[in-house]
């Protein structure tokens, strides 16, 4: 039986023909932050990325790079797996579609759509853009190029297609009886109206290039990269490369596949209807993320304003590069890169708001407290009201997580922060050590309950932060949601160690 707690999320594969940048560490980022949500949260969870490293683009990359493609994989591969290190990403597994364990599998669901009757030989003739690995009819064209800006080369070769139009009606009845599989819901119309416009069959096999997975029959073709890259999803969850024993590993379907909005058509659309043909379960939601611009222009290499994430990490720290990618754009907005908003977030939302607030309730604990958590007194309605913000913290903020609302989530931590501060600024506890000492330790002790909730809530996002934040109130290891959730877990009596700021100011 599949654990009820187990929790599956993947980030999409990336191309190897070129260095990870801003967009591919973006993906990623949110499924870490959610991964880590999750663990926190008590599930089993199954974080999963890696490399899509077939087909015509790939190829081409490595002989314009003059080395042999699997040399070349290698080593693009590698770059991603290092950006995964930097990032700070805490995935479960790391795929490559040139790996056996995924080749293995791939021929296998092939064959589940031969047996089903749903692969057919044909000859495909029409638009062909490399750089999308993607398909185009005549009247999608814009000025002779894929709608994308791409450009598109004519091909006429004998194909495989896969019976796509089978499945329209099967595809629009299953998004109308899970309405959460296709997320944000302004995304899922646009789906359901390409489906409503009626689906063509599928060519899913290429013959005038020979990178890729061979058509288990007929070795002259090779599968098209995108039914070899969407089983990455599932033969990650299989084991001794057979695609039966998914159900025994528990996984699969995956709780939630993170795509960026440009192939989310691919996720929503083929995907499910190869699984349905295969009969294989279907994944539970597909959510799509937006853009990032640069200074408010389309981020390329022709423009040469690509961002190179190691950089930005290199210049600020990892964390704070996190808290801002997951913090400035609602997630499934498309966002604007920035260095003047990103100094502002972070000073505004990190250094003064939840740093200074740490620092200088723990000065005080240090300083009037002999170092230890001060004993609370009586409770009046001030501390009350934050308390309770204190209690209710993790379970709004996983009302938001449930539905990939990231920058609320994180909205919530702020708000708690300001409203903390707004109460040490009431409170004045510096001038209650002079005249109140009894009054002074239970403000202290609140405010000393609102850093230990804002840690734990913090974990999934910044990491290292959070870490440190927690540390300086004795708190040490992951700290999950279970054990923070405890009101007045916080020991009156616990030493705690001299104070040092943890979010310094940028700029
Ligand atoms: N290989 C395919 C995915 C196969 S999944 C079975 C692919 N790879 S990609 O490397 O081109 O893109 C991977 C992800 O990066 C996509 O989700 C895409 O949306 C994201 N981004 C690429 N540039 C981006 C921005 N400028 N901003 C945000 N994300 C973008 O597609």
Not at 41 to 67: M, P, R, S, W
Not at 294 to 315: A, F, M
Request: proline content about 5%; hydrophobic content about 40%; some cysteine.
């Amino acid at each position: 039986m599949p654990n009820l707690k187990n929790y599956y999320i993947t980030t999409p594969i990336y191309y190897v023909n070129d260095s990870p940048h801003i967009g591919h560490a973006y993906t990623s980022l949110a499924c870490d932050v959610l991964a880590r949500f999750k663990r926190l949260d008590g599930y089993q969870v199954h974080f999963l990325t890696g490399t899509d490293e077939h087909g015509q683009k790939i190829e081409k990359a490595a002989e314009k790079n003059e080395k042999d493609p699997q040399d070349f994989v290698d080593e693009v591969s590698l770059r991603f797996r290092k950006l995964s290190k930097i990032m700070n990403f805490s995935n479960d597994d790391f795929i490559r579609t040139t790996e056996p364990r995924h080749k293995k599998v791939v021929a296998q669901l092939w064959q589940k759509l031969i047996d089903s009757g749903d692969i057919y030989l044909g000859k495909y003739s029409g638009w062909y853009s490399v750089r999308d690995e993607a398909f185009y009819a005549e009247s999608e064209l814009v000025d002779g190029k894929a709608p994308t800006g791409a450009d598109v080369e004519w091909v006429e070769e004998d194909s495989y297609f896969f019976k796509l139009s089978r499945w329209q009606d099967k595809l629009l009845e299953y998004y109308e009886e899970h309405p959460e599989f296709i997320a944000p819901h302004s995304r899922r119309n646009e789906v359901i109206s390409f489906v409503k416009g009626g689906l063509e069959d599928l060519s899913v096999s290429r013959t005038s290039f020979s990178w890729g997975i061979p058509v288990p029959q007929n070795e002259k073709h090779v599968i098209y990269v995108w039914l070899d890259a969407l089983t990455n999803y599932i033969s990650a969850v299989c084991k001794d490369d057979d695609l039966s024993t998914f159900k025994e590993i528990g996984f699969w379907p995956a709780d939630l596949h993170v795509v960026g909005k440009d192939i989310l058509r691919v996720h929503a659309v083929y995907w499910p209807a190869f699984l349905m043909a295969a009969e294989l379960p279907l994944p539970k939601r597909v959510f799509a993320h937006g853009w990032w611009t640069n200074e408010g222009q389309k981020i390329s290499k022709s423009l040469g304003n690509t961002i190179d994430p190691v950089k930005l990490v290199e210049d600020f720290g990892v964390d704070y590069v996190r808290y801002f990618l997951m913090r400035e754009v609602p997630f499934g907005n498309d966002g604007n890169y920035s260095q003047p908003s990103f100094i502002n977030r972070i000073n505004a939302e990190l250094a003064n708001n939840i740093g200074n607030l740490s620092q200088r309730t723990l000065a005080l604990i240090y300083k009037n407290c002999e170092g230890k958590i001060p004993q609370a007194g009586p409770l009046q309605a001030a501390d009350k009201a934050l308390l309770s913000g204190v209690a209710a913290l993790l379970d709004r903020i996983s009302l938001h997580m449930e539905i990939q609302a990231i920058h609320l989530a994180l909205g919530e931590i702020v708000e708690l922060a300001s409203k903390a501060n707004e109460y040490i600024d009431t409170m004045a506890p510096w001038q209650l050590a002079k005249t109140d000492k009894e009054r002074m330790a239970t403000v202290l002790y609140v405010l000393a309950e609102v850093i230990r909730i804002l840690g734990a809530a913090l974990q999934p996002f910044t990491p290292e932060l959070a870490a440190k934040l927690l540390a300086q109130l004795n708190i040490d290891g992951a700290y999950n949601f279970s054990q923070a959730n405890i009101a007045g877990a916080l020991k009156a009596g616990t030493q705690i160690p001299e104070p040092k700021p943890v979010m310094m100011r940028l700029g």
